[in-house]
């Protein structure tokens, strides 16, 4: 009987630590939903942890004390990466994805939940140790991205917007040269939705020039607060960069709009 | 020997379901990745199946045939909509979200993946069988919403953009009349971004008048597509709408810029 209840904790634990990675759930309360003494609990975590290890899924991490608990970190082995990056070059090799202006239609990549849960935990882990305290984006196409690297990681996503005419509240806003739009652009952040002394990651779709990037690090020394790290889905080969240190999925190393051509390789996965 | 394999399989299984909801796992593959023979996949499956509809985790779904394979639905039980609401309440009912103008200040609850993705369920779960083959929403507090219900739908995340300068390729753009910004306003989508004949659910943050919802019908006609349903994280009370059947998780019964008070309880659960 015994031997029965422990396999359902472990499956239930296992759904539990799954749905919500980077959360930290208190043992007493586990416990207590689970109907069983914290040692036992304590037997089934380890006995987990032990198959998640033995599967490359990740890491179960356990805090002691007071405010202890476990916390799932899931991991994409490097095989699992491999894959990932190699699907992505599949999917964005297609000439019909050149748009005019040297832009990339990525759209429908950034709304695939599935993938972009892959590409998150691919930022997440990257970013893991940092010690973080929110994951920033700008809108829009990055919104999806770093939702999911902020999942991964449960820590909150800031949302910038470039549009200053948007009522949040006060807001802190910075002016920059969009590479992109080939014009001075706003963008902005309301005073409330970052503490002073923040420590941040920014995750966007793509990296040209980097003017969006270099302006978010303006706007967050604003704040009194440090991006620690950049990650695109995809960047430009080539171009002298307004940042440096960033990784990215995917590098566009070639795109000839009026040709409609187009070469996608592995993008920079080291700084 | 065997029941060890059995725990650890089963262990597996729930991890494996719980990170991609909605999504088809095809049963030879399954069985190969765990290295044993389908018939005991399909014991694990009936066993974890059991385990989850016993503790109010959601259903698994067996899809017979050569397309064949399993999907996992989960589900929040009616008192996790209930402390979903209430959690909800709670964060919105406070003066400092009141902000000029009659809006209200969501960004940092839109930000929170943990949260978000229960809503994303409450929605996904009213929604499920309507055979829909995308989500729908519009930048840019909608974005995190709509994304995690389509992520537990295992759907297409589709975001419209109010603003028809992004180069996107050829778009379909409309006017209406925005509520909030009480002017003529643009939003539009690109034309490869949805096929002719999706049947589509539209989630965003906030139902003021419902001048963007009633729009995004509009918009929704032009590619020959229909909009089945309608989900709001917040609606306000009392407004004659432009949109007669959607679901909201709260409403905002009444708010006083001048005096900073609000009132907010729960939304409307039912057409």
Redesign the interface.
Known sequence: MEKIKR??R???L???????PG?LFSLSQCAEEMGCAKSSLSEDIAI?KD??TL?G?GKIETLIGTQGGIIYH?ELSPQGVEELVEQLCQLVNHP?RV???G?L?L??L?????L??RVGLFFAQLFRDLNLD?ILTV???G??IA??T??ML??????V?NDS?I???TSIGISYLSGT?KRLVTMSL?K??LAKNSRLVFIDDFLRRGGTAHGILDLVAEFESVCLGMGFLIDIAGEDKLVQRYFSLLTLEMLDSEARRLIVSKGRHQL
Chains 1, 2 share one sequence.
Not at 14 to 20: D, N
């Open positions: 396999n359902v472990i499956a239930l296992s759904r539990m630590l799954a749905s919500s959360k987990l198959i998640f599967h899924l899931p019909e748009l005019p202006g832009f239609y759209t429908d950034v709304g695939n939940p599935e972009m849960s929110a809108e829009t196409k919104i999806p939702m999911m902020a999942r449960g820590l909150p996503l800031v949302i917007r005419r009522s949040e509240g739009q309301p409330r939705a």
